[in-house]
């Protein structure tokens, strides 16, 4: 009886500890606004970069890509930077949220210093570019996953 009970125990923490694993959140976006970066070094051709880290991204690439495209459609939903004449593009440069990467969420950039600490460092951990840039009287989205080729995901109003 005693050996019974044990099983059903241990059964129902094997089963505890899978559901909670399964539960897990996949792309868990963690925006670090405090490194949001204008590049304001042409006066007409300001490029917005924002940074955001990815906590578990999903593995399958076309499931990450979509959530990335997602994500990127929600942001812009409030932003409305590009509204601004002298503001040429906007940039979301995603990273994997890792111990590395983890420091940029309560810490800037600090380029330049001595021991300086730089996202950019943790290239192994970059996961995309998704840059919006102004043509013609639109836009135009691009899509850079990995080392893979750019990828247009939208042409709005492009004079060709």
């Known amino acids: 009886m005693k050996y019974l009970q044990s099983v059903k125990m241990i059964t129902i ?27 304001a070094y042409y006066k007409n051709a300001v490029k917005i970069s ?8 999903e593995p399958a690439e076309s499931m990450l ?20 004449p002298e503001i040429s ?3 979301f440069v995603f990273y994997r949220k890792t ?3 983890s420091y940029f969420i309560t810490h800037r950039d600090s380029a330049g210093e ?3 600490e730089e996202i950019s460092h943790y290239q192994q951990d970059f996961i995309a570019n998704y840059l919006i840039s102004k043509c ?9 996953l990995y080392n893979l080729p750019e990828e247009t995901v939208a042409s709005k109003n492009c004079d060709k």
Do not use: W
């Not at 924002?50 to 991204?57: M, Q």
């Not at 979509?66 to 509204?83: C, D, S």
């Not at 013609?136 to 850079?144: P, Q």
């Open 65 to 84: 890509k979509q959530e990335i495209i997602k994500y990127v459609e929600n942001r812009l939903k409030n932003n409305k930077a590009l509204t601004k």
């Open 114 to 116: 001595l021991l300086g």
């Open 99 to 101: 111990d590395d990467t």
């Open 13 to 39: 923490v094997c089963l505890l500890l899978i559901a909670m694993s399964c539960d897990r959140k996949k792309n868990d976006f963690i925006p670090l606004e405090h490194m949001t970066f204008t590049n």
């Open 89 to 91: 593009s906007l940039n």
């Open 50 to 57: 924002y940074y955001i880290l990815i906590d578990n991204p």
């Open 136 to 144: 013609g009287s639109g836009t135009v989205e691009k899509i850079y």
